[in-house]
């Protein structure tokens, strides 16, 4: 089945950040974040990503995915987590001395509309026909947190021999995930009724083969081999047993989605 929301340790099959595989990604590693989201009926967990402008001011935006924050109240209840993992590649090494900020705002998010079923039935509520959201946090990032700007790439096709998200399955510490199979356009998959996202705008990773994602993965970017953000974990079926089929909300179509600033990723 499609993945959720986590709430339990991750399995033992991720590689924590400070293993051997996660070496060439200890700079980068500073962008990644958790978040706990509280809303009025349920708190759970996703990855965000700390990202930069195109004027490079250091600006305190989360990229994150429409699923997971959608709405201010959300955004305003949200937890962000800087540096939670282990102190080396043991999950019995500790936990650094992470940090925390909370509260932020909506920068941009995906565009919604009404969903018609196949039966012409015409849905009261609104989705998001895409999956991100950047938030700006209302406060900047102290130095001492170690934050790291990732820089976005709208290509479609360069630089993907290899692909890798860092994240928090789970909620638990910072782990990483490597792909060495070639991406591919796709369309997220219909059976899952909650989203309605448009046709073509996310991209296949068939297989895992270094760890895998879980719940609490959802809102992780996905990297190129020059270390830039280019997709963002909408879901899949990927889990401990069977690492395959995860779906990736293309950044190239969120960048300029819609006529409205408020829900394109290169207007803020």
């Known amino acids: 089945s499609i993945k959720g929301f986590g709430s339990r340790a991750a399995c033992s099959t991720e590689i924590n950040i400070n293993c051997d595989e996660g070496q060439a990604f200890q700079d980068i590693k500073h962008a990644v974040v958790l978040l706990t989201i509280d809303t009025d009926t349920e708190t759970f967990v996703c990855t965000g990503t700390i990202v930069n402008n195109t004027k490079c001011d250091q600006t305190p935006f989360i990229l994150t995915a429409a699923h997971c924050i959608c709405n201010e109240e959300a955004a305003n209840n949200t937890v ?105 356009q796709d369309s997220y998959p219909a059976e899952d009724n909650n989203v309605h996202y448009n046709n073509f705008c996310h991209w296949h990773i068939s297989r895992w083969n270094v760890g895998t994602t879980e719940g609490g993965s959802s809102g992780c970017a996905m990297l190129n081999t020059k270390k830039q953000v280019i997709r963002i974990l909408s879901g899949g079926y990927a889990d401990c047993k069977n690492p395959v089929n995860d779906f990736f909300e293309m950044i190239s179509k969120a960048w300029n989605s819609s006529s409205n600033p408020a829900n394109q990723l290169k207007s803020p």
């Open 80 to 184: 962000i987590y800087f540096n939670y993992e282990n102190k080396s590649c043991s999950t019995t090494s500790g936990v650094t001395n992470y940090n925390s900020m909370t509260g932020a705002t909506i920068a941009a998010t995906a565009p919604k509309k009404k969903y018609t079923d196949r039966s012409g039935r015409s849905s009261s509520k609104e989705y998001p026909t895409m999956d991100f959201t950047l938030l700006r946090l209302k406060k900047s990032i102290p130095e001492d947190y170690q934050p790291y700007y990732a820089g976005l790439s709208i290509s479609e096709t360069d630089n993907l021999s290899s692909v890798a998200v860092i994240h928090h399955p789970q909620g638990d510490t910072k782990k990483i995930s490597i792909s060495r199979n070639q991406p591919y």
